[in-house]
Nanobody, 127 residues
């Protein structure tokens, strides 16, 4: 079971980035897929989640600024982030796992220990 994120990047405040993650087709069709992030000194939190029916859910802090999507023909999960802010600086992780627990993480449930994770990719936003 492998999830491999693309390189993140460094942008200025107000800029945009698109993260990608390759996964197996089985994962994309069978589990919820999500993006999480961990800022320095903080715990990992959910950013955006999508299920096999393309139903997406987002953390309040990215509403209107992020779009999660997947392409089954390339087995790729994406996170498009716009109007980035310095507080978006974090290590971003791709995840696959059970939908109930993953969606609950948007409300504060600690999702650590569930499902599969990528190695993480750094996103830095300067002011």
């Amino acid at each position: 079971v492998q999830l491999v994120e693309s390189a993140g990047g460094s942008v200025q405040s107000g800029g945009s980035l698109r993260l990608s993650c390759t996964a197996s087709r089985y994962m994309l069709r069978s589990y919820c897929m999500g993006w999480f992030r961990r800022a320095p000194g903080k715990r990992r939190v959910a950013v955006a989640i999508i299920d096999e029916y393309d139903t997406a859910n987002y953390g309040d802090f990215v509403l209107g600024r992020a779009t999660i999507s997947h392409e089954l023909n390339t087995n790729t999960l994406y996170l498009q982030m716009n109007n980035l802010k310095p507080e978006d600086t974090a290590m971003y992780y791709c995840a696959a796992g059970p939908c109930q627990e993953m969606r609950s993480s948007l409300s504060g449930f600690n999702y650590e220990g569930y499902g599969s994770w990528g190695q993480g990719t750094q996103v830095s936003v300067s002011s």
